[in-house]
C-alpha cells in the first residue's frame, strides 16, 4: 500500500512535465510560412515595379543617345553612355533580384504544404491532437497482496 502511494505521488509530480512533452501543433510554422510568402511576393512585386522603370529608363538613355550622335554632342553622349551602362545593371540586379524572390515563394509555398500536411496527419494519429489516456493507469491493475 505504501509502495502505491509514492508511485501514485510521484505519477502527480510528473503530470506538468509530461504536459510540456505533448507534440505542440503546427501552427506557429504555418503562419511564419504564411508570412514569409507573403513577403516574398511584395518584393517580386517592388522588383517587378523597379524592373519596369529600369527598361523605361533604358529606353530613353538609348534615345538620348541616338539624339547625340545626330547632333554630335560627345560631352552629352558620354553622359548618357554612363547612364545607359547604370540602368542595366540595375536592370540585371532587378532581374535576379526577382529570380531569388520566385525562387523563394516556392520554397515557402512548398514549406507551408508540407505544414499542412504534417498538421493533417498530426490530427489524424491523435483524433483531435491531444491525448486523452491518463498517465497514470498503465493498463495493468497493481497486485493486492499483502506480507
Known amino acids: ?9 510521484l505519477s502527480l509530480l510528473s503530470l506538468p512535465a509530461m504536459a510540456q512533452a505533448k507534440p505542440r501543433p ?4 504555418i503562419r511564419h510560412d504564411r508570412k514569409d510568402l507573403h513577403h516574398d511576393r511584395v518584393d517580386r512585386k517592388h522588383d517587378a515595379t523597379d524592373l519596369k522603370k529600369d527598361r523605361a529608363d533604358i529606353k530613353k538613355d538609348r534615345a538620348d543617345i541616338k539624339k547625340d550622335i545626330a547632333t554630335k554632342d560627345k560631352k552629352d553622349l558620354k553622359k548618357d553612355e ?8 540595375d536592370l ?6 526577382i529570380k531569388k524572390d520566385t525562387k523563394d515563394i516556392k ?3 512548398k514549406d507551408l504544404k508540407k505544414d499542412r500536411h504534417e498538421k493533417k ?3 489524424k494519429k491523435t483524433g483531435t491532437g491531444t491525448s486523452t489516456t491518463s498517465p497514470i493507469s498503465t493498463g495493468t491493475t497493481p497486485s493486492t497482496t499483502t506480507p
Not at 500500500?1 to 505521488?9: A, H, R, V
Not at 554612363?82 to 545593371?89: H, I, M, Q, R, T
Not at 540585371?92 to 533580384?97: L, P, T
Open 82 to 89: 554612363e547612364d545607359l551602362k547604370k540602368d542595366l545593371k
Open 121 to 123: 496527419h498530426h490530427k
Open 26 to 29: 503546427h501552427r506557429p510554422d
Open 92 to 97: 540585371k540586379k532587378d532581374e535576379a533580384d
Open 1 to 9: 500500500m505504501k509502495n502505491l502511494i509514492i508511485i501514485l505521488f
Open 107 to 109: 520554397k515557402d509555398t
